[in-house]
């Protein structure tokens, strides 16, 4: 039975509609719900930056580097201003790179473990939404470093002297979208693992550092290097001392402990997925992996490495930096968990147990491990379907709806919200009256003790309107006006 499903599959046909039904499920995936879903909190700035620079301004947001907000700016310039239009370039980027790290995994592990790597990678789960289309660096940044790797696998392939001056342009560009990509350096020595005379490794070498040194060099020709790599490297040394206000597992930190970065891995990107990737990676690299496997094992590592162990501060998304290189794996990983079950069995499978019943437990594990691909796949799915507006995005249409537009109170709620409440908002009382009191989920911006008062005396004048994931808005029959306030 299992003969005759896999002689299914290899047909031309059916892999040819596999390939078309990959792609239109990437594209769902990257694309549904592209202008529905709420603004990440930084995606203001790197929009608004991004417009300055291709209109001459090269002031804004020194303090990270400028390709991804280039990137940002020109996608405004082809189909207008606004948050859209950078969130179409991402969606395109990651199509691409989608593309490119599926083949290279498909020449190590075959097709199939070449669309399983490209179907996991374009999922970047962040905050109830996909955070791959997205006006941040990160997805820029990974893209270009999938570039980069498959560039430098084809010339470990190939030889072909210029794909390595191509990969180290294509890590500059990753470097300077978001400078975390450089620490993936490290990862650019497993090419060199059993290929080539030294001689070749030495020019592939000064050609890949060229290549980086004329993508750095063009990005920062406009800003100019000086101005902008030292702002730039004394702001986030800075910033790395002084630390940033996150809540970890429920506890506030300023410089986060190693393993926040894993922890926000399983809350953001869910336990299936995460165990997909956490599986399937030690099948890749448990047992001789491959060159590609090591490849792609030192890029996850050092990233992720970084975060843990260097940086003392860990964002809930900062995991999409290496997840591209765990779908990778991934692909691997479960390439040879079938190649176990159908003839290699590695060393320390070889139990005294009958060679039938390894064959069967090979094949169980095999088809375990491809089930939870297909559920990680599915609730990848699910998830991006339900992404619709929620929160602030919805208060001023709420406020129409009740005829009460004026001034908004908000807490629980990160700055850059003029987008949605039209600079009708304040977390302060310097511009009373109010007509709502708007309570966001960010436990880092707690309620003031006079504005819970206020809401626990005049309940009969609020009524309260859920705006999803535990955001809601009080709206009020008569002006707010708070009371006792210090100073």
């Not at 819970?452 to 002006?479: M, Q």
Request: proline share 3%; charged share 10%; glycine share 8%.
């Amino acid at each position: 039975m299992l003969l005759e499903i896999q002689k299914f599959f290899s047909k031309l046909w059916v892999r040819i509609a596999f390939i078309v039904a990959s792609f239109g499920w990437q594209l769902y995936i990257v694309t549904y719900g592209l202008t529905s879903g709420n603004h990440f909190s930084d995606e203001p700035i790197y929009v608004s930056a991004g417009w300055s620079y291709v209109t001459g301004d090269f002031t804004a947001n020194l303090e990270h580097p400028p390709t991804a907000k280039y990137l940002i700016g020109f996608a405004q310039q082809l189909w207008g201003q606004g948050f859209t239009s950078g969130r179409i370039m991402a969606a395109i980027f990651v199509l691409l790179a989608a593309a490119v790290l599926g083949w290279m995994v498909s020449t190590e592990g075959g097709l199939w473990a070449g669309l399983i790597a490209a179907n996991l990678f374009v999922f970047m789960p962040q905050r109830f939404q996909n955070f791959a289309a997205t006006n941040m660096l990160e997805p820029f940044m990974v893209c270009f470093l999938v570039f980069a790797f498959a560039a430098a696998w084809l010339w470990q392939r190939t030889g072909h002297w210029w794909l390595m001056l191509l990969a180290g342009a294509f890590f500059g560009f990753a470097v300077t979208s978001k400078i975390t990509a450089a620490v993936a350096v490290v990862a650019f020595i497993a090419v060199f693992i059993n290929r080539h005379h030294w001689a070749k490794k030495i020019a592939a070498l000064a050609l890949f550092a060229a290549g980086t040194w004329a993508s750095v060099w063009f990005a920062y020709l406009q800003i100019g290097y000086d101005r902008g790599v030292t702002y730039m490297t004394n702001f986030q040394n800075h910033h790395n001392e002084v630390g940033h206000y996150v809540f970890i597992a429920g506890e506030p930190y300023m410089h986060t402990p190693w393993w926040a970065v894993f922890w926000n891995m399983v809350v953001e990107a869910g336990w299936p997925l995460v165990l997909t990737w956490v599986l399937l990676t030690l099948v890749a690299l448990v047992w001789r992996p491959s060159v590609l496997a090591i490849f792609l094992g030192l890029g996850a590592f050092s990233i992720a490495g970084f975060y843990a162990f260097v940086s003392h501060i860990s964002l809930p998304h900062y995991f999409i930096g290496y997840s591209w290189a765990l779908a990778g794996l991934s692909g691997l990983g479960l390439a040879r968990l079938w190649r176990w079950a159908n003839q290699e069995q590695p060393a320390f499978l070889r139990l005294r147990i009958s060679n039938g019943s390894k064959k069967a437990a090979a094949r169980t594990l095999a088809i375990l491990a491809s089930l939870l691909v297909a559920i990680s796949l599915t609730i990848s799915a699910a998830v991006v379907h339900r992404v619709k507006p929620f929160g602030v995005a919805l208060v001023w249409s709420e406020l129409v709806k009740h005829h009460a537009e004026g001034n908004i109170y908000v807490v629980g709620e990160q700055n850059n919200l003029d987008d949605y409440l039209l600079r009708h908002w304040a977390s302060n009382f310097k511009h009373q009256p109010y007509s709502a009191i708007y309570v966001g989920a960010d436990p880092r911006f707690a309620m003031d003790p006079i504005v819970a008062h206020y809401i626990s005396k005049h309940k009969k004048t609020l009524d309260k309107v859920s705006l999803g994931h535990s955001t809601y808005v009080l709206i009020s029959k008569i002006p707010i006006h708070f009371h006792n306030i210090p100073g």
